[in-house]
């Protein structure tokens, strides 16, 4: 008669092996250490980003228990620094606004017809020394882009518009695309190649040419991708600092006007958190409301991009 091993007499018998259950068990106690890194990781982030915005509003609002918010969002003088300060937030607001729009001029468009190019017609030798090429442009310091902006790109506008003054809005701005472009054209990339192949032979097999197709049917099917890489290049120039800080110069200038100088939030608070000012004057708090004001700007973005990606993702 054969013999009946062990484990398997254990379990005919109604009993467990000792060793697989501290085999389980050792097993279940990885798996739960592993949970726990991964969730203390995100908490970590979820905790810095509650952080950050408590300490904004908390500085913000000692800061407007003197000075009225109707004051700060209207008056159109940010002299903070001065004897007799003003508190309008809307010439650093418009300097902002004004850079950044430059900026997405340049790196919206360029950003796309590289991402198209790179997609759906170069070859894979091209793209494979491209890619890196980006990638590199997106890695220098924004340091020397300022300094690029300030010693090269402004006198070359000089000599094409001689009223042009030594700091502007527009150089800085021009530069500063230059700089998003590797951010909207990697992610929109991305986005375009995960469009499945078949999308793009059913649209050879209608009759539609490879520019046709590019166009007309794997850019509206990456539209989501193509959204989150637009509103990553809004985020990267609303919140650029060193370009707008050492080519627009740092006075507070209420104008749209491009070719004018201004500085814009990040450079402000460059400026003052390198200053000597007490903590706790109202002087040392301007760089809190003016960052809430910058946070919540971001974040109007953002939510307009997950809303952007939402409704085209449902309409395609």
């Known amino acids: 008669m054969a013999s009946i091993p062990a484990n398997s007499a254990t379990i005919a018998m109604g009993k467990v092996d000792p060793d697989r ?3 389980k068990f050792s097993r279940n106690i990885k798996e739960r250490l592993i949970e726990g890194v991964l969730f203390f990781a995100a908490l970590v982030s979820v905790l810095t980003t509650l952080g950050i915005v408590f300490i904004l509003v908390y500085e913000s609002i000692a ?3 003197q000075v009225s918010l109707w004051l700060f969002l209207t008056d159109t003088m940010w002299t903070p ?14 300097g902002t606004l004004v850079t950044s729009g430059v900026a997405l001029a340049v790196a919206i468009p360029i950003g796309t017809i590289i991402a198209i190019y790179l997609s759906e017609f170069a070859p894979f030798s091209v793209r494979e020394v491209a890619k890196p090429f980006l990638e ?13 902006a300030l010693l090269f790109v402004t006198p070359l506008l000089q000599k094409i518009w001689p009223d042009l003054p030594g700091f502007s809005m527009l ?44 166009v007309r049917v794997v850019t509206p099917s990456a539209i989501s991708g193509i959204a989150a890489a637009y509103i990553l290049g809004i985020s990267r120039a609303v919140g650029e600092t060193m370009i707008v800080a050492v080519a627009a110069g740092m006075q507070p200038n209420f104008t749209f006007n491009p070719a004018e100088p201004a500085a814009t939030i990040t450079a402000y ?30 974040l109007f973005f953002n939510v307009l991009g997950h809303w952007m990606r939402r409704r085209y993702r449902e309409a395609y």
Not at 81 to 94: A, K, N, V
Not at 136 to 148: A, Q, S, W
């Open 21 to 23: 259950l501290r085999f």
């Open 63 to 65: 800061f407007f228990r």
């Open 81 to 94: 620094l001065f004897s007799e300060p003003r508190y309008g937030i809307l010439p650093l607001l418009t």
């Open 136 to 148: 590199l442009l997106g890695g220098v310091p924004t340091i020397i882009y300022g300094y690029f």
């Open 171 to 214: 150089s800085a701005g021009l530069v500063m695309g230059v700089m998003i472009i590797p951010y909207v054209s990697s992610v929109a990339e991305d986005a375009m190649r995960a469009v499945p192949m078949a999308i793009r032979e059913g649209s050879y097999a209608m009759g539609a040419t490879r520019f046709q197709t590019a």
């Open 269 to 298: 608070i460059v400026q003052v958190a390198l200053g000597d000012l007490p903590h706790g004057s109202i002087g040392y708090q301007t760089i809190f409301a003016a960052g809430l004001t910058l946070f919540l700007l971001t």
